[in-house]
């Protein structure tokens, strides 16, 4: 009997992990962390960041801002302030379209 068994999601993830997800620097990400108020991970005894989905999907934003769409830091932290949900759908509605496109492409190439 084939079954695909379910991944286990991990509840923290270390900065050098959220780093990795983004192919960027980790002092990148301490550096945003110091400029953005929506980047907030808990920290475990040893001082060590411990990122949440929550907290990689506000990197997710940011990056989408800055790397993505070119924004200064200044630029970026007005448009969490003005339209934080317009961009949180926009970037939802931009990984649908990747997925999708993604399903389209593997179906072409299995043709």
Do not use: C
């Amino acid at each position: 009997m084939a079954y695909k068994e379910k991944e286990i999601e991990k509840l923290y993830y270390s900065i050098g992990e959220v780093a990795e997800i983004f192919n960027v620097a980790p002092s990148l990400i301490r550096f945003w962390e110091s400029e953005f108020d929506i980047i907030k991970p808990k920290k475990n005894r040893k001082g060590n960041r411990q990122f949440t989905k929550e907290d990689i999907e506000n990197v997710r934003i940011i990056y989408h801002l800055v790397k993505e769409k070119g924004f200064t830091l200044q630029g970026a932290k007005e448009m969490l302030k003005n339209n934080s949900m317009a961009v949180k759908n926009k970037i939802e509605l931009i990984d649908s379209l990747k997925s999708v496109r993604n399903f389209l492409v593997e179906i072409r190439d299995r043709l």
